[in-house]
């Protein structure tokens, strides 16, 4: 079956960088978009960044623009999130997030908690 485990969250300071993952199994990785979504205490889920299968098209929120980068290594069947110059509006949990064969799947998250 699908699965998707992130990993890679933490407590950060303002200003400092962090690395998701998020390993997949149960479907043929390389074939698929791979979204990275986030969650806040009181509010929407809001999408992130989504990087394509065959081109490796990049898009992300205009929040994190520049500051955030969505990479996949299809040989690990993993997707990664680089997040640097966090802020403390990036707090939340985070969420990789896959649609195949019209089903959505989602990870367990991870939480980012930036403060100082």
């Known amino acids: 079956q699908v699965q998707l485990v992130e990993s890679g969250g933490g407590l950060v300071q303002p200003g400092g960088s962090l690395r998701l993952s998020c390993a997949a199994s149960?479907?043929?990785?390389?074939?698929?978009?791979m979204n990275w979504y986030r969650q806040a205490p009181g509010k929407e889920r809001e999408l992130v960044a989504v990087i394509t299968a065959t081109s490796g098209y990049t898009k992300y929120a205009d929040s994190v623009k520049d500051r955030f980068t969505i990479s996949r290594d299809n040989a690990k069947n993993t997707v990664y999130l680089q997040m640097n110059s966090l802020k403390p509006e990036d707090t939340a949990v985070y969420h990789c997030?896959?649609?195949?064969?019209?089903?959505?799947?989602w990870g367990q998250g991870t939480q980012v908690t930036v403060s100082s």
């Open positions: 149960g479907f043929t990785f390389r074939l698929y978009t």
């Open positions: 997030n896959a649609i195949v064969q019209r089903i959505g799947y």
